[in-house]
């Protein structure tokens, strides 16, 4: 159905127009008209037409006037205009508000019927786009909280890979590289500094989840996780400077704002605590620092800033670079970690040179700190003893050289031991598992059974079992059982049936079938041919 107004001060232009219409399109339309420019902009305000026939000579108002107040309200009607006068004027200021058709009077049948039919395909082509954009977006509003909870959780537990934020960042269309975190905690009511009923409140919250959700997106523009527990964490992407007094006091009042209202609509208590602005590597601190801001106040909403909670540094210190140090010493880049010191330690060259005293002490706490995180690894055994010649060296040292060879060394030698560790466990553990098999093949053993007797799961187990020894359990199982066949068909009088049970098969078709596959002979034919051969 197509709603169609007729514009024009001429009854018979109007019954001659309308008996066209119907004529030519039946019940496709619905028409009605009115005759002054004021009463068009009233009729159109009411009738929202799709397609308006509009003359441009009419009392009152004229036609251009009253298309110009009814393009505000209804920016998709079709315009079509009529007039007995030709001027350029008038089709120029048609072109401006989008009219369609431009037809001058008397109007010929055909081209009213072609201008109509033209309006209806560009309404129907407005309609279709229209449909598409609310099927994207019913279909965006569907997944949309999936992926926003999935960027949350991964900058949460720091499960992620730097290319992975960036494609979170691109379908979220984040433009960002720094934010802040809420974490909304809710419960029946507040006591002190928590919530009661937590895990209530967690199902009365996850019942509610798009509602809350709406309401953190219509006061912040924020990524909204899942519910966990009886919390929501909360991303607000920002610019790096955003923290100032002015812009923290106006956050806090938004939360506060936010905490009132959702306890109106939902009857559910909750408190909001902020974090400072991080990188988005570092959104996990920034969730850490919100959840302490609100154990350390009993107010509805808490900053850290305004806490004396966390680690404050004096202004240049270079904190970026200091926890690079550890970040990558942990991930085993032996390079990165002692590049990262290196830099730290010209920083303090170059800013505290004639602090001999500080920098020797600095030293000693990061190859401590670097050794906890090599003992934290694993597959080290910690003596007590095993530094008592560290503050001797240092005291020792009366160069900064010296020093700084020495503090190389030992974030070099942490992480060293972190790789040789992992390279020494999984080495030991496939040791073992080579032991074992070599002692079991003739049993009917399994993957299972030797990941279970090294103590690892069966698909890590697997994967770096191939990372050792270049093949899967079932070829190297294979492997020695073949050869162990060799040697029994060689050096025994076993008969095929015995060979083959002493070598774990328990079907001597099948066992004949793999001696083939691996040999590429029967196991008969290679008994007789090195038979032959001695």
Not at 5 to 17: C, K, Q, W
Not at 454 to 460: A, C, D
């Amino acid at each position: 159905m197509y709603k169609i107004m007729l514009a024009d001060d001429e009854g018979i232009v109007i019954d001659s127009l309308k008996f066209i219409i119907e004529k030519e399109f039946g019940s496709e339309c619905e028409i009605r008209f009115a005759k002054t420019g004021r009463s068009v902009i009233e009729l159109a305000e009411e009738y929202r037409p799709d397609i308006a026939i509009m003359d441009i000579q009419m009392p009152g108002i004229n036609g251009i006037e009253a298309m110009k107040e009814i393009r505000n309200f209804s920016k998709g009607t079709v315009f079509i205009v009529m007039s007995a006068y030709d001027k350029f004027d008038y089709a120029k200021e048609a072109i401006k508000l989008g009219v369609m058709e431009y037809i001058t009077k008397p109007m010929e049948r055909t081209k009213i019927v072609a201008a109509i039919r033209k309006g209806m395909n560009r309404i129907d082509a407005d309609r279709e786009k229209r449909s598409n954009e609310l099927l994207v977006k019913e279909k965006l509003e569907t997944v949309e909280p999936i992926i926003e909870s999935g960027l949350v959780y991964n900058i949460l537990l720091q499960e992620h890979f730097r290319e992975d934020i960036d494609s979170y960042k691109t379908i979220l269309g984040l433009d960002s590289d720094y934010g802040f975190m809420l974490a909304v905690v809710c419960g029946d009511e507040q006591e002190g500094n928590h919530m009661t009923n937590a895990i209530g409140s967690s199902v009365r919250i996850s019942a509610r989840y798009k509602e809350i959700r709406e309401n953190l997106k219509e006061q912040f523009h924020c990524v909204v996780g899942t519910v966990m527990a009886n919390k929501i964490a909360v991303l607000v992407p920002c610019p790096e400077a955003f923290d100032d007094y002015n812009e923290r006091i106006e956050l806090i009042n938004r939360a506060r704002d936010l905490a009132r209202n959702l306890r109106k609509k939902t009857e559910i208590s909750f408190r909001i605590g902020i974090g400072s602005v991080k990188n988005l590597d570092n959104m996990s601190e920034s969730y850490q620092e919100a959840l302490r801001a609100l154990v350390a106040t009993t107010g509805t909403v808490a900053h850290v800033a305004d806490l004396p909670i966390g680690c404050e540094y004096e202004e240049n210190y270079p904190v970026d670079l200091e926890k690079a140090i550890f970040e990558k010493l942990e991930k085993g880049d032996m390079d990165g970690a002692i590049a990262s010191a290196d830099n730290y330690f010209e920083w303090m060259r170059e800013t505290n040179n004639s602090n001999i005293m500080g920098i020797k002490l600095k030293i000693l706490e990061f190859a401590l700190w670097g050794e906890r995180i090599a003992y934290n690894n694993g597959g080290q055994i910690y003596k007590f003893t095993s530094r008592n010649e560290y503050l001797p060296q240092i005291m020792e040292m009366n160069d900064l050289d010296s020093m700084k060879n020495w503090f190389l060394k030992k974030i070099g030698d942490a992480c060293r031991n972190i790789l040789s560790k992992r390279e020494e466990k999984s080495s030991s553990i496939i040791e073992q598992a080579k032991d074992y098999i070599r002692s079991h093949y003739a049993k009917d053993i399994s993957l299972d059974d030797v990941s279970r007797k090294v103590n690892i799961s069966p698909y890590y187990f697997s994967k770096i079992f191939k990372e050792e020894t270049g093949e899967n359990f079932i070829e190297y199982l294979t492997g020695i059982r073949i050869d162990k066949a060799k040697e029994l068909l060689i050096n025994t009088e076993y008969s095929m049936k015995e060979i083959c049970t002493m070598c774990g098969y328990s079907d001597p078709n099948y066992f004949s079938r793999s001696f083939k596959k691996n040999v590429g002979i029967s196991p008969t034919e290679y008994k007789e041919g090195k038979t032959s051969e001695a």
